[in-house]
């Protein structure tokens, strides 16, 4: 059976198309979706994410624990509402997940994970969290609505109460503070996204989140779904779970060093084999690919190299470039001239560092 999130009527009235999003009827569009990318890099948009899952962790040994289950460190985590991106690793240094960790007080920590990993993440941390008696406690009474772009925190920022509003506004980035919205209702608001934009994600009891999003829509935000959700992320350069990264693969792989710390005295799940495998040599990598001609660069696609065939992970075309881009994995070494396989023609594609956006603008090169 489809899962609807609270605003699944709120999208209906507003022409949505719907789709099946990992077991959920989610909005695709409204309309145009090149318009509602543009709309975010350009202004303010607004997403329902409401399909994400939130758990909170209570316990003396809460911090302990999530040393043990995370690759990167939640050491990092001193001031409270600071976050952290990390993966959740299997013994084999593969995926299980990505997802975004805050901290409230020792005693206290939230996690949000993917909706389509939902039940093999709840598993995952229940199972891992029982020797260090902590308590894992799913949050389904609450809504999560992103607003995303240059004059996003600007519109937010209107609707929060006078009391809050210098400190949600001086929040940097990664970090989240509670407030109180319209109609006194209670927000968690962080500075979060993925989208490659500024603003918020706003974490909020399920019975006001209609609310909340007409708020939104009186002041200008633009509603988008996930088809531009999606471009903007591939513009950006961040992982979609289940496509770029999944459990066959490591952070390394996935072009997410960034996120291990092997720091002294700390024995991670998949750290082991995340050391072998830097030891040995990376034999996978995954890198940015741009098609300079006409075509769309797409998902399974074979990427041709001197080291051998890769393929593409996420692709698709780009409206801020005007141009196909992709996130491919191929052999490692110097990869030649590649070529993407193209309905049986090989057309030659570059390779570039990604993000592809920052800052709503191109990156030099591309």
Same mark, same amino acid.
């Given at each position: 059976?489809?899962?609807?999130?609270?605003?699944?009527?709120?999208?209906?009235?507003?022409?949505?198309?719907?789709?099946?999003?990992?077991?959920?009827?989610?909005?695709?569009?409204?309309?145009?979706?090149?318009?509602?990318?543009?709309?975010?890099?350009?202004?303010?948009?607004?997403?329902?994410?409401?399909?994400?899952?939130?758990?909170? +962790?209570?316990?003396?040994?809460?911090?302990?624990?999530?040393?043990?289950?995370?690759?990167?460190?939640?050491?990092?985590?001193?001031?409270?509402?600071?976050?952290?991106?990390?993966?959740?690793?299997?013994?084999?240094?593969?995926?299980?997940?990505?997802?975004?960790?805050?901290?409230?007080?020792?005693?206290?920590?939230?996690?949000?994970?993917?909706?389509?990993?939902?039940?093999?993440?709840?598993?995952?941390?229940?199972?891992?969290?029982?020797?260090?008696?902590?308590?894992?406690?799913?949050?389904?009474?609450?809504?999560?609505?992103?607003?995303?772009?240059?004059?996003?925190?600007?519109?937010?920022?209107?609707?929060?109460?006078?009391?809050?509003?210098?400190?949600?506004?001086?929040?940097?980035?990664?970090?989240?503070?509670?407030?109180?919205?319209?109609?006194?209702?209670?927000?968690?608001?962080?500075?979060?996204?993925?989208?490659?934009?500024?603003?918020?994600?706003?974490?909020?009891?399920?019975?006001?989140?209609?609310?909340?999003?007409?708020? +939104?829509?009186?002041?200008?935000?633009?509603?988008?779904?996930?088809?531009?959700?999606?471009?903007?992320?591939?513009?950006?350069?961040?992982?979609?779970?289940?496509?770029?990264?999944?459990?066959?693969?490591?952070?390394?792989?996935?072009?997410?060093?960034?996120?291990?710390? +092997?720091?002294?005295?700390?024995?991670?799940?998949?750290?082991?084999?995340?050391?072998?495998?830097?030891?040995?040599?990376?034999?996978?990598?995954?890198?940015?690919?741009?098609?300079?001609?006409?075509?769309?660069?797409?998902?399974?696609?074979?990427?041709?190299?001197?080291?051998?065939?890769?393929?593409?992970?996420?692709?698709?075309?780009?409206?801020?470039?005007?141009?196909?881009?992709?996130?491919?994995?191929?052999?490692?070494?110097?990869?030649?001239?590649?070529?993407?396989?193209?309905?049986?023609?090989?057309?030659?594609?570059?390779?570039?560092?990604?993000?592809?956006?920052?800052?709503?603008?191109?990156?030099?090169?591309?």
């Amino acid at each position: 059976m489809t899962e609807k999130t609270v605003l699944n009527a709120t999208h209906r009235a507003l022409g949505a198309r719907m789709v099946d999003f990992g077991g959920w009827d989610m909005p695709i569009n409204y309309g145009s979706q090149i318009e509602e990318h543009h709309a975010v890099r350009r202004d303010a948009g607004m997403f329902d994410v409401s399909h994400m899952t939130v758990v909170d +962790l209570h316990g003396a040994r809460t911090r302990e624990f999530l040393r043990h289950l995370l690759a990167n460190n939640v050491d990092k985590l001193k001031a409270q509402g600071k976050a952290l991106y990390s993966c959740m690793l299997n013994e084999r240094g593969g995926v299980i997940d990505d997802l975004i960790v805050y901290f409230f007080d020792e005693g206290h920590f939230r996690l949000v994970v993917n909706a389509g990993t939902r039940a093999k993440d709840l598993a995952w941390i229940e199972l891992q969290a029982k020797a260090f008696a902590v308590e894992v406690k799913e949050r389904p009474e609450f809504a999560m609505i992103a607003v995303q772009g240059p004059n996003a925190r600007a519109k937010v920022l209107g609707l929060v109460h006078d009391v809050d509003r210098t400190r949600i506004e001086k929040l940097g980035k990664f970090a989240a503070a509670a407030a109180q919205g319209p109609h006194g209702m209670p927000l968690f608001v962080a500075r979060t996204g993925y989208t490659g934009e500024d603003g918020f994600e706003i974490i909020l009891p399920a019975e006001h989140a209609v609310a909340l999003w007409e708020a +939104l829509l009186a002041v200008g935000v633009t509603p988008a779904g996930l088809g531009a959700r999606d471009t903007l992320r591939l513009e950006a350069g961040m992982n979609l779970y289940g496509q770029d990264m999944d459990e066959s693969v490591s952070p390394w792989e996935a072009n997410l060093g960034w996120t291990i710390a +092997l720091d002294e005295g700390r024995n991670f799940i998949g750290r082991t084999a995340l050391e072998k495998q830097k030891a040995e040599g990376v034999k996978r990598v995954m890198v940015g690919l741009v098609l300079d001609e006409k075509g769309v660069l797409r998902h399974e696609q074979k990427v041709l190299t001197a080291n051998g065939e890769g393929e593409i992970l996420s692709g698709s075309f780009a409206p801020t470039l005007n141009k196909a881009v992709a996130f491919a994995r191929s052999p490692a070494g110097e990869p030649g001239d590649v070529r993407v396989d193209i309905r049986g023609r090989e057309v030659p594609v570059r390779i570039v560092k990604y993000p592809f956006v920052r800052d709503g603008k191109p990156q030099e090169g591309i």
